[in-house]
């Protein structure tokens, strides 16, 4: 069986606020992260391939909240206003997480 995903997730139950390009800053739920990237639930729609600026709290990986700069890779509605989506950090932004 091939496995797709290059970099281990965590499963996690923290925070991330996505900053827009724009200056707006959406919060969501920080479902799980990898070196490369997250997955993310939120009250917010995102569009392919839009840049943000995720500051990532993670208090079982950080000290602090971290910032990255990620791309939006995939989202999609889930239930009324609930949206599920992915992030990519790049192989230049990816994190030490281990």
């Given at each position: 069986m091939h496995y797709r995903r290059d970099y281990q997730r965590f499963v996690l139950n923290d925070s991330?606020?996505?900053?827009?390009?724009?200056?707006?800053e959406k919060r969501f739920l920080l479902k799980d992260l990898s070196a490369r990237g997250a997955?993310?639930?939120?009250?917010?729609?995102?569009?392919?391939?839009?840049?943000?600026?995720?500051?990532?709290?993670?208090?079982?990986?950080?000290?602090?909240?971290?910032?990255k700069a990620a791309k939006v890779v995939w989202?999609?509605?889930?239930?009324?206003?609930l949206w599920q989506g992915g992030l990519d950090f790049g192989l230049e932004e990816k994190i030490a997480i281990l």
């Open positions: 991330v606020s996505l900053i827009t390009d724009e200056g707006r997955g993310i639930i939120g009250n917010f729609s995102l569009n392919l391939n839009e840049s943000v600026k995720a500051i990532i709290n993670a208090p079982l990986f950080f000290d602090r909240p971290i910032s989202c999609q509605k889930i239930d009324g206003d």
